[in-house]
Protein backbone atom coordinates (compact mmCIF):
# COMPACT_ATOMS: atom_id res chain seq x y z
CA UNK A 1 0.00 0.00 0.00
CA UNK A 2 3.40 2.36 0.50
CA UNK A 3 3.62 2.52 -3.19
CA UNK A 4 -0.25 3.57 -3.98
CA UNK A 5 0.28 6.13 -1.11
CA UNK A 6 3.40 7.56 -3.10
CA UNK A 7 1.61 7.76 -6.38
CA UNK A 8 -1.57 9.20 -5.00
CA UNK A 9 0.80 11.73 -3.08
CA UNK A 10 2.81 12.58 -6.76
CA UNK A 11 -0.18 12.32 -8.63
CA UNK A 12 -1.79 15.10 -5.88
CA UNK A 13 1.63 17.42 -6.43
CA UNK A 14 1.39 16.97 -9.98
CA UNK A 15 -1.98 18.05 -10.52
CA UNK A 16 -1.47 21.10 -8.56
CA UNK A 17 1.25 22.41 -10.50
CA UNK A 18 -0.02 21.58 -14.04
CA UNK A 19 -3.62 22.48 -13.45
CA UNK A 20 -1.95 26.01 -12.11
CA UNK A 21 -0.72 25.74 -15.29
CA UNK A 22 -3.95 25.19 -17.01
CA UNK A 23 -5.47 28.19 -15.12
CA UNK A 24 -2.63 30.34 -16.63
CA UNK A 25 -3.07 30.02 -19.97
CA UNK A 26 -7.10 29.44 -19.85
CA UNK A 27 -6.81 32.90 -18.26
CA UNK A 28 -4.46 33.91 -20.66
CA UNK A 29 -7.07 33.10 -23.51
CA UNK A 30 -9.72 35.64 -22.25
CA UNK A 31 -7.24 38.02 -21.50
CA UNK A 32 -9.34 40.67 -23.78
CA UNK A 33 -12.62 39.72 -22.15
CA UNK A 34 -13.56 42.73 -19.84
CA UNK A 35 -16.36 40.62 -16.98
CA UNK A 36 -16.62 40.94 -13.06
CA UNK A 37 -14.26 39.42 -10.73
CA UNK A 38 -16.68 36.63 -9.56
CA UNK A 39 -18.32 35.71 -13.17
CA UNK A 40 -14.91 35.18 -13.82
CA UNK A 41 -14.65 32.72 -11.18
CA UNK A 42 -17.91 30.91 -11.60
CA UNK A 43 -17.15 30.06 -15.21
CA UNK A 44 -13.21 31.01 -16.80
CA UNK A 45 -11.29 29.89 -13.47
CA UNK A 46 -13.96 26.99 -12.47
CA UNK A 47 -13.62 25.39 -15.63
CA UNK A 48 -9.97 25.19 -15.48
CA UNK A 49 -9.50 24.16 -11.74
CA UNK A 50 -12.18 21.21 -12.40
CA UNK A 51 -10.21 19.80 -15.27
CA UNK A 52 -8.26 17.35 -12.18
CA UNK A 53 -12.23 15.91 -11.27
CA UNK A 54 -13.11 15.95 -15.04
CA UNK A 55 -10.39 13.82 -16.33
CA UNK A 56 -9.74 11.98 -13.21
CA UNK A 57 -13.84 10.78 -13.07
CA UNK A 58 -13.73 10.25 -16.55
CA UNK A 59 -10.97 8.05 -16.43
CA UNK A 60 -12.38 6.00 -13.65
CA UNK A 61 -15.73 5.30 -15.15
CA UNK A 62 -13.42 4.92 -18.97
CA UNK A 63 -11.27 1.68 -16.51
CA UNK A 64 -14.42 0.25 -14.62
CA UNK A 65 -14.34 2.64 -11.14
CA UNK A 66 -17.88 4.46 -11.67
CA UNK A 67 -17.87 4.09 -7.60
CA UNK A 68 -14.69 6.12 -7.78
CA UNK A 69 -15.49 8.60 -10.68
CA UNK A 70 -19.50 9.56 -8.70
CA UNK A 71 -17.62 9.54 -5.07
CA UNK A 72 -15.04 12.08 -6.73
CA UNK A 73 -17.68 14.47 -8.12
CA UNK A 74 -19.96 14.52 -5.48
CA UNK A 75 -17.08 14.77 -2.59
CA UNK A 76 -15.12 17.28 -4.56
CA UNK A 77 -18.65 19.27 -3.75
CA UNK A 78 -18.51 18.59 -0.24
CA UNK A 79 -14.41 19.50 -0.15
CA UNK A 80 -14.71 22.61 -2.20
CA UNK A 81 -17.59 24.31 -0.19
CA UNK A 82 -16.42 23.20 3.14
CA UNK A 83 -12.44 22.75 3.48
CA UNK A 84 -11.76 25.56 0.38
CA UNK A 85 -13.99 28.18 1.40
CA UNK A 86 -13.69 27.07 5.29
CA UNK A 87 -9.71 27.95 5.11
CA UNK A 88 -9.86 30.98 2.94
CA UNK A 89 -12.39 32.57 5.31
CA UNK A 90 -10.14 31.58 8.23
CA UNK A 91 -6.60 32.73 6.96
CA UNK A 92 -7.99 35.94 5.44
CA UNK A 93 -7.51 39.35 6.79
CA UNK A 94 -10.82 40.42 5.92
CA UNK A 95 -14.08 38.98 5.37
CA UNK A 96 -14.67 37.16 1.48
CA UNK A 97 -17.49 39.12 -0.26
CA UNK A 98 -19.59 38.22 -2.89
CA UNK A 99 -21.21 40.10 -5.85
CA UNK A 100 -24.84 39.66 -4.76
CA UNK A 101 -26.46 39.76 -7.58
CA UNK A 102 -24.50 36.74 -9.31
CA UNK A 103 -24.46 34.85 -6.02
CA UNK A 104 -27.85 34.75 -5.90
CA UNK A 105 -27.94 33.36 -9.18
CA UNK A 106 -25.26 30.32 -8.57
CA UNK A 107 -26.52 29.56 -4.83
CA UNK A 108 -30.12 29.04 -6.31
CA UNK A 109 -28.30 27.03 -9.66
CA UNK A 110 -25.78 24.72 -7.09
CA UNK A 111 -29.09 24.18 -5.16
CA UNK A 112 -30.90 22.92 -7.72
CA UNK A 113 -28.29 20.94 -9.38
CA UNK A 114 -27.65 18.88 -5.94
CA UNK A 115 -31.54 18.64 -5.82
CA UNK A 116 -31.46 17.33 -9.06
CA UNK A 117 -28.24 15.23 -9.08
CA UNK A 118 -30.06 13.26 -6.25
CA UNK A 119 -33.19 12.48 -7.50
CA UNK A 120 -31.68 11.32 -10.42
CA UNK A 121 -29.07 8.77 -8.83
CA UNK A 122 -32.05 7.43 -6.45
CA UNK A 123 -32.37 4.08 -7.96
CA UNK A 124 -28.33 3.25 -7.75
CA UNK A 125 -27.71 4.48 -11.28
CA UNK A 126 -26.58 7.59 -12.82
CA UNK A 127 -26.90 6.61 -16.59
CA UNK A 128 -26.76 8.30 -19.99
CA UNK A 129 -29.62 9.98 -20.64
CA UNK A 130 -29.27 11.82 -16.44
CA UNK A 131 -25.69 12.77 -17.35
CA UNK A 132 -27.29 14.62 -20.48
CA UNK A 133 -29.61 16.07 -18.26
CA UNK A 134 -27.21 17.53 -15.50
CA UNK A 135 -25.41 18.48 -18.52
CA UNK A 136 -28.20 20.32 -19.81
CA UNK A 137 -28.82 21.91 -16.39
CA UNK A 138 -25.28 23.56 -16.47
CA UNK A 139 -25.91 25.13 -20.18
CA UNK A 140 -29.31 26.85 -18.78
CA UNK A 141 -27.13 28.32 -15.92
CA UNK A 142 -24.57 29.77 -18.04
CA UNK A 143 -27.94 31.35 -20.15
CA UNK A 144 -28.84 32.86 -16.65
CA UNK A 145 -25.32 34.25 -15.99
CA UNK A 146 -25.06 35.60 -19.67
CA UNK A 147 -28.15 37.01 -19.46
CA UNK A 148 -27.36 38.76 -16.42
CA UNK A 149 -24.05 40.02 -17.38
CA UNK A 150 -25.93 41.39 -20.42
CA UNK A 151 -27.82 43.47 -18.54
CA UNK A 152 -25.98 44.39 -15.92
CA UNK A 153 -23.21 45.91 -18.02
CA UNK A 154 -26.24 48.34 -19.19
CA UNK A 155 -26.29 49.48 -15.67
CA UNK A 156 -23.72 52.27 -14.43
CA UNK A 157 -23.42 51.03 -10.82
CA UNK A 158 -22.40 47.75 -11.11
CA UNK A 159 -19.50 46.18 -9.99
CA UNK A 160 -16.32 47.25 -10.95
CA UNK A 161 -15.72 45.48 -14.54
CA UNK A 162 -11.34 44.54 -14.61
CA UNK A 163 -9.01 43.04 -17.07
CA UNK A 164 -7.91 40.07 -14.94
CA UNK A 165 -4.39 39.30 -16.59
CA UNK A 166 -1.47 41.52 -18.38
CA UNK A 167 -1.53 40.26 -22.16
CA UNK A 168 0.75 37.47 -23.03
CA UNK A 169 2.15 36.05 -26.03
CA UNK A 170 -0.15 33.81 -27.60
CA UNK A 171 2.75 31.07 -27.43
CA UNK A 172 3.34 31.11 -23.77
CA UNK A 173 -0.68 30.50 -23.61
CA UNK A 174 -0.60 27.57 -25.93
CA UNK A 175 1.95 25.67 -24.06
CA UNK A 176 0.54 26.62 -20.69
CA UNK A 177 -2.44 25.52 -21.55
CA UNK A 178 -1.24 22.40 -23.62
CA UNK A 179 1.53 20.91 -21.05
CA UNK A 180 -1.02 22.04 -18.44
CA UNK A 181 -3.74 19.82 -19.94
CA UNK A 182 -0.99 17.07 -20.38
CA UNK A 183 -0.56 17.24 -16.71
CA UNK A 184 -3.59 17.03 -15.33
CA UNK A 185 -4.19 14.00 -18.03
CA UNK A 186 -1.17 11.91 -16.27
CA UNK A 187 -1.70 13.09 -12.90
CA UNK A 188 -5.40 12.16 -12.92
CA UNK A 189 -4.46 8.40 -14.12
CA UNK A 190 -1.95 8.19 -11.30
CA UNK A 191 -4.35 9.16 -8.44
CA UNK A 192 -6.95 6.71 -10.31
CA UNK A 193 -4.35 4.31 -9.73
CA UNK A 194 -3.29 5.21 -6.46
CA UNK A 195 -6.23 5.41 -4.90
CA UNK A 196 -7.80 1.95 -5.86
CA UNK A 197 -5.03 0.37 -4.67
CA UNK A 198 -5.56 2.09 -1.30
CA UNK A 199 -9.23 1.07 -1.55
CA UNK A 200 -8.31 -2.64 -2.41
CA UNK A 201 -5.33 -2.46 0.61
CA UNK A 202 -8.33 -1.11 3.34
CA UNK A 203 -10.96 -2.99 2.01
CA UNK A 204 -12.73 0.31 1.37
CA UNK A 205 -15.07 0.99 -1.37
CA UNK A 206 -14.29 2.82 -4.19
CA UNK A 207 -16.72 5.36 -3.62
CA UNK A 208 -15.84 6.33 -0.29
CA UNK A 209 -12.01 6.66 -1.59
CA UNK A 210 -13.79 9.39 -4.06
CA UNK A 211 -15.46 10.89 -1.38
CA UNK A 212 -12.43 11.74 0.49
CA UNK A 213 -8.26 10.83 -0.88
CA UNK A 214 -9.52 11.35 -4.45
CA UNK A 215 -11.90 14.52 -4.13
CA UNK A 216 -9.36 15.96 -1.35
CA UNK A 217 -6.64 15.63 -4.39
CA UNK A 218 -8.52 16.53 -7.30
CA UNK A 219 -9.72 19.78 -5.21
CA UNK A 220 -6.30 20.97 -4.60
CA UNK A 221 -6.80 23.67 -7.22
CA UNK A 222 -9.82 25.06 -6.09
CA UNK A 223 -8.18 25.40 -2.42
CA UNK A 224 -5.10 26.47 -3.65
CA UNK A 225 -6.90 29.62 -5.75
CA UNK A 226 -9.36 30.28 -3.36
CA UNK A 227 -6.70 30.94 -0.29
CA UNK A 228 -4.75 32.91 -2.84
CA UNK A 229 -7.39 34.88 -3.76
CA UNK A 230 -8.13 35.71 -0.51
CA UNK A 231 -4.95 36.20 0.75
CA UNK A 232 -5.05 38.74 -2.29
CA UNK A 233 -8.40 39.81 -0.82
CA UNK A 234 -9.74 39.09 -4.00
CA UNK A 235 -12.24 36.87 -2.37
CA UNK A 236 -14.54 37.23 -5.60
CA UNK A 237 -12.48 35.17 -8.01
CA UNK A 238 -12.34 32.36 -5.24
CA UNK A 239 -15.82 32.52 -4.22
CA UNK A 240 -16.93 32.34 -7.50
CA UNK A 241 -14.64 29.66 -8.15
CA UNK A 242 -15.52 27.25 -5.38
CA UNK A 243 -19.45 27.80 -6.23
CA UNK A 244 -19.16 27.54 -10.16
CA UNK A 245 -16.70 24.13 -9.10
CA UNK A 246 -20.16 22.74 -7.06
CA UNK A 247 -22.08 23.00 -10.27
CA UNK A 248 -19.58 21.69 -12.39
CA UNK A 249 -18.36 18.80 -10.27
CA UNK A 250 -22.35 17.82 -10.35
CA UNK A 251 -23.18 18.78 -13.86
CA UNK A 252 -19.94 18.65 -15.85
CA UNK A 253 -18.03 16.07 -14.08
CA UNK A 254 -20.74 13.67 -13.02
CA UNK A 255 -22.77 14.73 -16.14
CA UNK A 256 -19.85 13.64 -18.66
CA UNK A 257 -18.77 10.82 -16.74
CA UNK A 258 -21.90 8.96 -17.00
CA UNK A 259 -22.32 9.43 -20.62
CA UNK A 260 -19.21 7.73 -20.93
CA UNK A 261 -19.88 4.52 -18.68
CA UNK A 262 -23.33 4.80 -15.87
CA UNK A 263 -22.05 5.33 -12.38
CA UNK A 264 -23.23 3.31 -9.67
CA UNK A 265 -22.70 3.34 -6.24
CA UNK A 266 -23.90 1.74 -2.99
CA UNK A 267 -27.63 2.83 -2.09
CA UNK A 268 -26.54 3.45 1.83
CA UNK A 269 -23.87 5.76 0.57
CA UNK A 270 -25.72 7.64 -2.03
CA UNK A 271 -28.21 8.31 0.88
CA UNK A 272 -24.85 9.80 3.14
CA UNK A 273 -23.15 12.22 0.52
CA UNK A 274 -25.89 13.75 -1.78
CA UNK A 275 -27.44 14.45 1.78
CA UNK A 276 -24.39 15.97 3.41
CA UNK A 277 -23.27 18.01 0.19
CA UNK A 278 -26.50 19.54 0.43
CA UNK A 279 -26.33 20.80 4.34
CA UNK A 280 -22.62 21.69 3.65
CA UNK A 281 -23.64 23.59 0.43
CA UNK A 282 -27.06 24.92 2.21
CA UNK A 283 -25.02 26.21 5.50
CA UNK A 284 -22.47 27.93 3.24
CA UNK A 285 -25.54 29.64 0.92
CA UNK A 286 -27.10 30.62 4.36
CA UNK A 287 -24.03 31.86 6.26
CA UNK A 288 -23.06 33.71 2.97
CA UNK A 289 -26.25 35.36 2.28
CA UNK A 290 -26.14 37.34 5.34
CA UNK A 291 -24.32 40.38 4.26
CA UNK A 292 -23.01 38.74 1.01
CA UNK A 293 -19.67 37.91 2.99
CA UNK A 294 -17.87 34.95 5.21
CA UNK A 295 -16.28 35.80 8.30
CA UNK A 296 -13.61 33.55 10.20
CA UNK A 297 -16.36 32.38 12.28
CA UNK A 298 -18.07 31.26 9.52
CA UNK A 299 -15.03 29.50 7.85
CA UNK A 300 -14.37 27.80 10.90
CA UNK A 301 -18.36 26.49 10.69
CA UNK A 302 -17.37 25.15 7.45
CA UNK A 303 -14.24 23.63 8.43
CA UNK A 304 -15.78 21.84 11.39
CA UNK A 305 -18.83 20.37 9.36
CA UNK A 306 -15.86 18.38 6.96
CA UNK A 307 -14.65 16.69 9.93
CA UNK A 308 -17.99 16.20 10.97
CA UNK A 309 -18.54 14.44 7.79
CA UNK A 310 -15.46 12.86 7.37
CA UNK A 311 -15.79 11.15 10.91
CA UNK A 312 -19.00 9.83 10.32
CA UNK A 313 -18.00 8.60 6.82
CA UNK A 314 -15.53 6.24 7.94
CA UNK A 315 -16.54 5.49 11.57
CA UNK A 316 -20.09 4.30 10.24
CA UNK A 317 -20.76 4.77 6.67
CA UNK A 318 -18.28 2.01 5.40
CA UNK A 319 -15.19 1.82 7.93
CA UNK A 320 -11.59 0.40 6.92
CA UNK A 321 -11.12 -3.07 7.49
CA UNK A 322 -7.09 -3.37 7.45
CA UNK A 323 -7.70 -7.40 7.46
Not at 266 to 287: H, N, Q, R, T, Y
Amino acid sequence: MLIDVMLVAAAVAMLWKTADWFVEGAVGVAVLLNVPKMLIGLVLVSLATTAPELFTSLIAALRGYPELALGNAVGSVIVDASLALGLAALLSSVPLTVDPGIFRISACAVTIVLCVGFLLVLNGVLGRVEGGILLGCYLTYLLFLYRHFRNARKQPNVEEVVNIAESIPWSRVALLFGVGLAGVLLGSELLVRGATGIAESLHLSPVVIGLTITAAGTSMPEIATCVAAALKRESAIGVGNIIGADILNVCWVAGASAIANPLVAEKSVLLFMFPCAMIIVGAMIIMMRRGYSLNRWNGAVLVTLYCVYALVLFLFVSPPSFH
